[in-house]
């Protein structure tokens, strides 16, 4: 069965510090992988999402960063930490299109807290 | 711009009535839709889909129905359980891209 990993689960970084959230998933080829961003008490927002090794689309212009170095790792970073940063972090998952399961349904990790100070 | 919002932010039920939580989508060039359920501190988790071709789809205790006329998508809960009790997002994907609405809150009330 396919399951996804991300860490840390919490983490307390200060202004201007660096930011690595990583994502993995094992069970399946060529997924798509995705960053939400969920504030407090709201809904999610697509960050980035992958298709590929090193093809990476970013939906919302800000300071964080997203890489894929391989098949099934997916990485969120930022070189400079924003008070507005603070957030749960979701990664997530679904089939791609060619694996022949269908690639509709997507699936998410158990979060990062990103807590800004 | 692409929108899925729901109607409701909060929605309080009696434990064994059933529950009605409503989403509205503005993509009618979305072909999928899903339900999910977060608990707090939690990652959401899916819990029913329906593709467009379809009006309605049935599964343990939920039901989902889709309105493509006026862009309005359900999930229906029976008879409510405490453990119901989470934020449940509609999300509608196009092509790759999964949107999220902004979420209710279902509290279930002893």
């Known amino acids: 069965s396919q399951t996804i990993h991300q860490w840390p689960a919490t983490l307390v970084q200060p202004v201007g510090s660096p930011l690595s959230l990583e994502c993995t998933v094992e069970?399946?080829?060529?997924?798509?992988l995705y960053w939400y961003r969920q504030a407090a008490g709201r809904g999610l927002q697509l960050l980035f999402y992958?298709?590929?090794?090193?093809?990476i689309s970013s939906e919302v212009p800000q300071n964080l960063s997203a890489s894929r170095p391989q098949d099934r790792q997916f990485i969120l970073s930022s070189k400079k930490l924003l008070l507005s940063d603070s957030g749960f972090y979701l990664c997530?998952?679904?089939?791609?299109?060619?694996?022949?399961?269908?690639?509709?349904?997507?699936?998410f990790g158990e979060g990062s807290w990103l807590t800004v100070v | 711009g692409e929108n899925v919002g729901l109607h409701l932010p909060t929605l309080s039920v009696q434990e064994g009535d059933n529950s009605i939580i409503n989403c509205a989508y503005s993509?009618?060039?979305?072909?999928?839709f899903i339900w999910y359920k977060q608990e707090s501190g939690k990652g959401p988790q899916f819990i029913i889909d329906?593709?467009?071709?379809?009006d309605k789809r049935q599964g343990q205790r939920v039901t989902v129905l889709l309105n493509k006329t006026v862009k309005h998508l359900s999930l229906q809960i029976a008879a409510t359980q405490p453990g119901d009790s989470a934020v449940y997002f509609c999300?509608?994907?196009?092509?790759?891209?999964?949107?999220f609405g902004t979420g209710t809150r279902l509290k279930v009330l002893a």
């Open positions: 997530a998952w679904s089939a791609s299109l060619s694996s022949g399961s269908g690639g509709n349904t997507i699936y």
């Open positions: 069970g399946t080829s060529n997924p798509n």
């Open positions: 992958s298709v590929g090794i090193g093809q």
């Open positions: 993509n009618s060039a979305s072909d999928y």
């Open positions: 329906i593709r467009s071709n379809m």
């Open positions: 999300a509608e994907k196009k092509t790759y891209k999964y949107i």
